[in-house]
Nanobody
Framework: QVQLVESGGGSVQPGGSLRLSCAAS????????MGWYRQGPGKERELVST???????NYGDSVKGRFTISRDNAKNTVYLQMNSLNPEDTAVYYC???????????????WGQGTQVTVSS
């Protein structure tokens, strides 16, 4: 199994920045894609960004141009640099990893417990 621990959440004013970190432990050799999802008050969980082990990235439309995802494979850690934050970014941010496919061609997802990000004046 893989265990994920997020950090870096907090409160910030509109226009400010935060940097989230997610450190993986356990069966880290099986990790393929790492990413971030978020769930705001009364909203469904949505994709923020993902990054593959080779560095390929994708972003949700609402964060393109403002957020940057990166990872350090040696540390099994994924980061999310969030700039130009606005109140709509307020949410619990969850780290997620996807493992490599097994012999039955199945991948497994693991989720962190989440870290709160609040953007308000």
């Amino acid at each position: 199994q893989v265990q994920l621990v997020e950090s870096g959440g907090g409160s910030v004013q509109p226009g400010g920045s935060l940097r989230l970190s997610c450190a993986a432990s356990g069966s880290v050799s099986a990790i393929n894609v790492m990413g971030w999802y978020r769930q705001g008050p009364g909203k469904e969980r949505e994709l923020v960004s993902t990054i593959s082990s080779g560095g390929r990235t994708n972003y949700g439309d609402s964060v393109k141009g403002r957020f940057t995802i990166s990872r350090d494979n040696a540390k099994n850690t994924v980061y999310l640099q969030m700039n130009s934050l606005n109140p709509e970014d307020t949410a619990v941010y969850y780290c997620k990893v996807e493992t490599q496919r097994d012999a039955w061609f199945r991948a497994k997802d693991y989720w962190g417990q989440g870290t709160q990000v609040t953007v308000s004046s």
